[in-house]
């Protein structure tokens, strides 16, 4: 049979009813835009998680030293003076370990010109900036020779910039941090918020001898409260985990029932479970449209059914005439193809809209991905030949005579 | 073996239905030959077993036992596809209640054996045309099927059927729900073609419209009682 004619007929049947044509392929695209919605909505609340996480920097652990007891008073995690930056470099000679950076902070009043604005200050190696995946927006990072020298010199975010400089450029101008003048040698390209909503732009980094010897002081030279660390994989992290927890314990001449007084964090954990979350939920809004997908398939079937029962006596003409059962299956099967190709590309129209209409009242993200309309299309097609298939297959094998002779 | 010449050959050919009190015979022992340019009657009374015999002569039932031809081929060795071609090239079929297809114009009606015969468009609308002139419907050709009179519904079944060139009509109560003029006119139709070569299987009550054809075959309770020429003084 030619195909021409073929579409001729399809076409000729579909508008014979169109107020039933329309209500089915209303079901496909219902459940078409259901799909395209679920999905662009599930996969903009991944990307901005997976956003918020890779501003953090990739496989890192923190450690901490432990807390101390002064006068009666816990002081909290991170100030007994257990940490040292040589821990730091032992650290960094385990197999697997990438890069480690020691962190000594501080809060610090900042001062350039008429302007003042008080911030959080780290002291820290230049690799800190690799470390958190960190690009300069201008300048460059300072040096492991400003980190012997104790130079001050001074990488700030941008937060600092727009409070501080009005419309000059910030590099190599002088700034006071606690009266002390630091040349700018760099600005933080902006990482917005973190993953707990802090300002990450709101930072200034300086060599941690610097912060050691001339902005905060300290009784123990050397010893930092923090260390990060980044793990060279994912898969490594809780191995790695153990073998620095065995160095410091080992460099620390902690007895084996002593309690740490240290300890190792994997940020990694929260942010992957997070990742996880919204994987399992964007998964969960996709299965609750395929649901209606399915749904808008069987309204398919059922009236492609009822459309075979009251054309039966036109089947008896057709084979009389010579046609055959495949020819059959095949214009049934055409018109069931048809309708939900035609409701999924309805459909897709739809529920791009839907997505751009909700990103416009709600400003939640959304992403149509390509592969979610090929996705639906796929589906569509599936959909259509499974479901018409039943209905064109029982038309091909109805006894000539009998369907001649329906009334 | 067949005769070259016999279009139709029919050697004991049987037909039974299985029903719940067992198989229950319609055709018993069926002998016939039509040879090609023929214009044969078939009658009978209800229930005489003389459609099932013109479903199986047309291809759409299958015999219980016995022998079929049809232009030299053993139909009982055709598979449905095969019997679908068969059909398509031998056989054109004009029905009682015509059987045309709605929302459809004259044309594509007409056109329709011929897109299952492969057939491209054009040539099939050009066919289309020819043979309604032919049934005397040349003006009506992008008219739809509900608009026209009984009669003219019956020339565009003849049309139909005429319009992959077949050797054989078959034709089941074509006048069955006409009046009488009009009859008359589809039956002056029937001879014309006669005329023209194409040979003629028409079952029908009416002995009026019995005594157009030549010959005149009558069933009886599954079997064949009477073969033999049209007399059209006697009463048949």
């Known amino acids: ?407 | 073996m067949p005769e070259p010449t016999a279009l139709i050959r029919i050697e004991r050919l049987c037909k039974q239905y299985e029903t719940a009190a067992g198989p229950f015979p319609v055709l018993k022992e069926i002998n016939l030959t039509v040879q090609t340019g023929e214009f044969a009657a078939v009658m009978g009374p209800s229930g005489s077993g003389k459609s099932t015999f013109m479903n199986i002569v047309g291809c759409l039932d299958r015999q219980t036992s016995g022998d079929y031809w049809l232009d030299g081929e053993d139909v009982r060795g055709l598979d449905v596809n095969q019997r679908a071609d068969l059909r398509k090239r031998v056989i054109g079929f004009v029905f009682q209640g015509f059987n045309l297809l709605p929302r459809m114009n004259l044309t594509d009606n007409v056109a329709l054996p011929l897109v299952y015969a492969g057939v491209p468009r054009h040539e099939r609308e050009r066919r289309a045309a020819e043979v309604l002139g032919r049934v005397g419907l040349g003006a009506y050709l992008k008219s739809h099927s509900n608009t026209i009179s009984g009669g003219q519904q019956q020339r565009v079944a003849i049309a139909r059927a005429l319009v992959n060139q077949p050797r054989l009509i078959l034709a089941d109560e074509p006048t069955g729900n006409l009046d009488s003029r009009t009859s008359e006119e589809i039956m002056a139709l029937f001879r014309e073609l006669n005329g023209g070569g194409i040979t003629i299987l028409l079952v029908t009550h009416e002995p009026d419209i019995a005594a157009h054809a030549r010959r005149l075959v009558r069933f009886l309770d599954g079997r064949i009682v009477h073969d033999g020429p049209v007399t059209h003084q006697e009463p048949p």
């Not at chain 1, 040292?84 to 370990?97: K, S, W």
């Not at chain 1, 002390?180 to 918020?193: D, E, M, T, Y």
């Not at chain 1, 300002?199 to 923090?226: C, H, I, M």
Request: hydrophobic residues 50%; aromatic residues 6%.
């Open chain 1, 1 to 407: 049979m030619i195909s021409g004619a073929m579409l001729a007929e399809a076409w000729r049947a579909m508008g014979a009813n169109r107020m039933r044509t329309a209500l089915t392929m209303l079901g496909m695209v219902i459940g078409v835009a259901a799909v395209v919605l679920m999905m662009a909505i599930g996969q903009g609340a991944q990307d901005d998680v997976k956003a918020s996480i890779a501003t953090m920097g990739s496989n890192l652990f923190i450690v901490l030293s432990g807390s101390t007891t002064s006068g009666g008073v816990r002081m909290g995690g991170g100030a007994a003076p257990t940490l040292t930056v040589a821990d730091g470099e032992a650290i960094a000679e385990l197999p697997g370990i990438t890069a480690v950076a020691p962190q000594h902070m501080g809060t610090a009043q900042l001062v350039y010109g008429p302007n003042n604005w008080s911030t959080t200050v780290f002291g820290t190696t230049p690799n800190y900036v690799d470390l958190r995946s960190w690009p300069l927006a201008s300048g460059a990072p300072f040096t492991d020779s400003d980190v012997r020298s104790a130079t001050r010199v001074a990488l700030i975010g941008q937060t600092i910039v727009d409070n501080l400089f009005d419309s000059d450029n910030p590099v190599g101008k002088t700034i006071r941090i606690k009266q002390n003048p630091f040349v700018v040698v760099g600005v933080l390209a902006s990482k917005g918020q973190s993953l707990d909503g802090r300002d990450q732009d709101d930072v200034v980094l300086v060599p941690w001898t610097t912060a050691q010897r001339k902005l905060f002081g300290t009784p123990f030279p050397g010893a930092v409260r923090s260390l990060m660390v980044q793990a060279a994989s994912t898969e490594m992290m809780p191995k790695l985990q153990d073998s620095m927890t065995e160095l410091l314990r080992q460099r620390h001449h902690l007895r084996p029932d002593a309690d740490l007084d240290f300890s190792v964090r994997n940020l990694t954990a929260v942010a992957s479970s997070m990742a996880e979350t919204t994987r399992v939920m964007s998964l969960l809004l996709g299965a609750i449209a395929s649901v209606s997908l399915l749904v808008g398939g069987i309204g398919i079937m059922n009236i492609m059914l009822v459309s075979v029962t009251e054309r039966t006596r036109e089947i008896g003409i057709r084979i009389a005439i010579g046609a055959k059962p495949r020819e059959i299956r095949q214009q049934f099967l055409l018109e069931a193809i048809i309708m939900s190709c035609a409701g999924c590309l309805i459909g897709v129209l739809v529920g791009v809209g839907c997505a751009m209409l909700t990103h416009a009242m709600s400003q939640a993200s959304v992403v149509i991905t390509g592969s979610s309309i090929v996705l639906a299309f796929v589906v569509a097609a599936v959909v259509g030949i499974f479901f018409g298939f039943y209905p064109a297959n029982k038309a091909a094998k109805m006894e000539p005579i009998s369907a001649l002779h329906y009334e």
